[in-house]
């Protein structure tokens, strides 16, 4: 019986299982967690830095209106004390600007039940998926800032219960779908994205190996997770 692959949000249902839970994706760029969080009887909210940034959310809704999305920021949450069971930063902790690491992840605190969760999960700076990323911006020193931060989380009342690596295959049609995941991220790295657009193609050609469909690559990209809980 073939074995199903590991991805980020089996992860998450296997760490911390989220169903029937009051959970907050924070950074939920397009909204794909929180509509696979909807679909497994979660009940997320996904928050992002402006109306602009969840446009492409909003408009993936199906129309039905009946996901709960909020402008915010990680260092301040637009949410009520002990008000969430689980916070989650999926691959968004070091987009947080590094003077307000320490500010997110205390919000994240606050904004927990006692018996609550923050669940972090961060890319780790190798592999090929990470050496294609670094030709659109160079994130070797804002991860590590994340992890430094994650390290010293005890200053904002957590600590780490859970740590676990993993690796996920991320598969694109074409260099126009990677432009897409990227600059979807942080749309200022289009302008760079476009100035090296000969360099990146013919890097998504090298690197990572051939998908199932014509054209399509598929790169592994290293994970690791932490479980923190209240101290």
């Given at each position: 019986m073939a074995v199903a692959p590991i991805t980020d949000t089996s992860m998450l249902e296997r760490l911390v299982a989220p169903a029937g839970k009051d959970v907050v994706d924070v950074g939920c760029g397009g909204g794909g967690l929180v509509r696979e969080l909807a679909a497994s009887g979660a009940r997320p909210i996904g928050i992002e830095i402006s109306e602009a940034q969840l446009a492409t959310a909003r408009a993936r809704d199906d129309g039905?209106?009946?996901?709960?999305?909020?402008?915010?920021?990680?260092?301040?949450?637009?949410?009520?004390?002990?008000?969430?069971?689980?916070?989650?930063?999926?691959?968004?902790?070091?987009?947080?600007p590094r003077e307000h690491l320490a500010?997110?992840?205390?919000?994240?605190?606050?904004?927990?039940?006692?018996?609550?969760?923050?669940?972090?999960?961060?890319?780790?700076?190798?592999?090929?998926?990470?050496?294609?990323?670094?030709?659109?911006?160079?994130?070797?020193?804002?991860?590590?800032?994340?992890?430094?931060a994650l390290a010293d989380s005890a200053t904002a009342g957590l600590e780490r219960a859970v740590t676990v690596d993993y690796d996920v295959t991320v598969c694109l049609a074409d260099v126009d779908a990677f432009r897409a995941r990227t600059v979807s991220v942080d749309p200022e790295r289009a302008p760079v994205f476009e100035a090296r657009r000969d360099e990146i193609a013919a890097a998504f050609a090298r690197l990572g190996t051939s998908g199932d469909r014509p054209g399509e690559r598929c790169f592994t990209a290293p994970m690791r997770v932490d479980v923190l809980r209240p101290l």
């Open positions: 039905k209106g009946d996901l709960r999305y909020l402008v915010g920021r990680a260092e301040a949450l637009p949410l009520e004390d002990a008000s969430v069971d689980l916070v989650v930063f999926m691959r968004s902790l070091h987009h947080v500010a997110a992840l205390r919000e994240a605190r606050r904004v927990l039940r006692p018996d609550g969760a923050v669940y972090v999960a961060e890319p780790v700076a190798e592999g090929d998926f990470f050496a294609l990323t670094s030709l659109v911006e160079d994130e070797l020193e804002v991860r590590r800032a994340a992890e430094a």
